[in-house]
């Protein structure tokens, strides 16, 4: 059985992380830019941090949340309301839980509560 060796982190060059750091600034996410260039989310997070760059505010606003609410109760799935906002769908998932949604199992069907059988 061969072992696969940890694979280093890709680097970007120079100009990647200068145009990176303009598609951040014209509004990409960290997420399309990790797309976008082949990283990590978070490794695009640390170069923007290691160049001074402010980062926007994560997370949904208060009538975000309002409409998450409105959209999951009329059967749109975490991952689909995720994508609508640009955030992602465990953030959704934790706003919603605050709200005292209950949330849906990936088939559509309420989660059973604790201590009650399947």
């Known amino acids: ?7 280093r982190a890709r680097q970007l060059g120079s100009e990647q ?5 303009a598609d951040y600034q014209s509004g990409a996410t960290v997420y399309e830019l990790g797309d976008r260039f082949g990283i990590e989310r978070r490794t ?3 170069i923007l941090h290691r160049h001074g ?17 409105q959209l ?3 059967g749109w799935s975490l991952a689909r ?7 992602d769908k465990w953030t959704v998932r934790q706003r919603l839980f605050e709200r005292g949604v209950e949330i849906r199992d990936p088939q559509g069907r ?5 201590g009650e059988a399947r």
Request: no cysteine.
């Open 53 to 69: 760059v402010p980062m926007r505010r994560r997370g949904l606003s208060e009538d975000q949340i309002d409409k998450a609410v």
């Open 1 to 7: 059985m061969k072992l696969d060796r940890p694979r």
């Open 44 to 46: 695009v997070s640390n």
């Open 72 to 74: 999951y109760n009329q």
């Open 110 to 114: 309420p989660r059973p509560r604790a």
């Open 17 to 21: 992380v200068v145009q990176l750091i």
């Open 81 to 87: 309301i995720s994508a609508r906002m640009d955030v």
